[in-house]
């Protein structure tokens, strides 16, 4: 059975250390947008040597891609449960954190380095894969939500040799700041065919191209140290060096391009769960022993010790979900979409109950911000909608078994 090794352990310690050191003395700046995440995320970068480390593995992974090679490359001391301890202790904090850093180097990065072209990759994706610049992932639509593809209605008219770009994009992740922008349009040729059913192209965008507009962070209920906004296509003309692979019809592109992002996306949620998870229970627990009632410690009465352990069993589970998915991502074996899916319905669920009953323990106390738990219900909450809403999530989980 999988568990976290000494070397394992001694990385944890040294996250939490630089998390003491670099972000809690900013969560307010960082809760009440005044502070944009990218300097903090890019001092971990340096800190850890993650900069240089994105540098290594980008020159293999595009050796790999001028080669003609398509499988995929080995991280550098590639193991799969180190890379996801940064996750789960960020957070334990500010999990904003995470989903900016996640949008970036792994949605908008990795798709650019996945379909794109030789020259796509070094133009594009170094930059984003070290954080020199900031990247933003545009496929949800203000009347699509989670049936992201089929809704679709941004669309891309060829003219000539480029590309008239016109449509809407929101919910997105690192939008308001991003230089990068990696974008999903639907191809209108013309010959009346169903918008469902027309092909899914993927373009890349700069801040400043004319006819984009990036509009200011939206103000929402928690994740407020990940800026989300409205991206606003107005004849955006590209030509086809911003069509990733160069090609309409790249290898793995458009629709399994996006699906294979969902896939990603979805499991890595059930480490940011386990992370909000776990610094619940661990304020709960402490606030149980220390708040007295009637001259004992609340931890004596049955009804807070049931909330207690409700709580462990869902950290168990969740870790048990995250601990299988690191042995199959070190082993090379897939992750079904189903599975995924079931990953990511359960530890949003479990998140936001813990949370919830962590306010709970707190009373009132829980109510304001002081004491924090309140941020990590709010930070959860969007777990059970981003990525697929639970209820979509059961619509996948039953599709993907059931064809």
């Not at 990696?182 to 700069?206: E, I, M, N, Q, W």
């Not at 995250?322 to 530890?347: D, N």
């Amino acid at each position: 059975m999988y568990q976290w090794s000494e070397d394992h352990q001694a990385i944890i310690d040294v996250v939490r250390r630089f998390i003491d050191a670099e972000i809690r003395p900013h969560l307010d700046e960082l809760e009440h947008g005044d502070m944009p995440p990218y300097e903090i995320l890019r001092k971990m970068y340096a800190t850890f040597g993650l900069r240089d480390m994105a540098k290594e593995n980008f020159a293999k992974q595009l050796e790999r891609k001028k080669s003609g090679e398509d499988a995929p490359v080995a991280r550098r001391h590639s193991d799969p449960g180190a890379q996801l301890i940064t996750t789960i202790e960020l957070c334990r904090v500010s999990p904003g954190l995470v989903t900016s850093l996640g949008v970036s180097t792994g949605l908008a990065a990795g798709t650019i380095n996945k379909l794109g072209t030789p020259a796509q990759m070094e133009r594009w994706g170094l930059d984003l894969l070290t954080l020199d610049k900031v990247g933003a992932w545009a496929i949800t639509e203000p009347d699509s939500g989670s049936d992201a593809l089929g809704g679709m209605t941004t669309s891309a008219r060829r003219d000539g040799e480029e590309y008239i770009i016109n449509g809407s994009k929101t919910w997105i992740t690192n939008g308001p700041y991003a230089d990068t922008i990696v974008l999903y349009a639907k191809l209108d040729d013309g010959s009346g065919t169903p918008l469902r059913d027309r092909k899914v192209l993927t373009f890349v965008l700069d801040k400043g191209t004319p006819g984009l507009e990036q509009s200011k962070p939206m103000r929402k209920m928690g994740q407020k140290s990940s800026p989300t906004g409205t991206l606003y296509l107005s004849d955006v003309r590209v030509g086809k060096d911003r069509l990733l692979g160069e090609t309409e019809d790249p290898q793995g592109g458009g629709r399994s391009s996006a699906k294979d992002n969902f896939v990603s996306e979805r499991a890595g949620l059930a480490a940011m769960s386990l992370g909000i998870i776990e610094e619940c229970m661990k304020l709960a627990v402490d606030y149980a022993k220390n708040r007295k009632l009637w001259e004992r410690p609340i931890s004596e009465y049955q009804l807070i010790q049931q909330k207690i352990a409700a709580m462990e069993v869902a950290r168990v589970n969740v870790q048990n979900m995250v601990f299988q998915f690191i042995e199959r991502q070190a082993a090379g074996a897939p992750t079904s979409f189903a599975e995924a899916s079931a990953m990511k319905l359960y530890s949003a669920q479990a998140a936001c109950q813990v949370a919830d009953d962590a306010i709970q323990i707190f009373g009132g106390n829980g109510y304001v911000s002081e004491y924090r738990v309140e941020q990590l219900y709010r930070d959860a909450r969007v777990y059970r909608i981003y990525a697929g809403t639970d209820e979509m999530q059961v619509v996948a989980i039953a599709k993907d078994l059931l064809r």
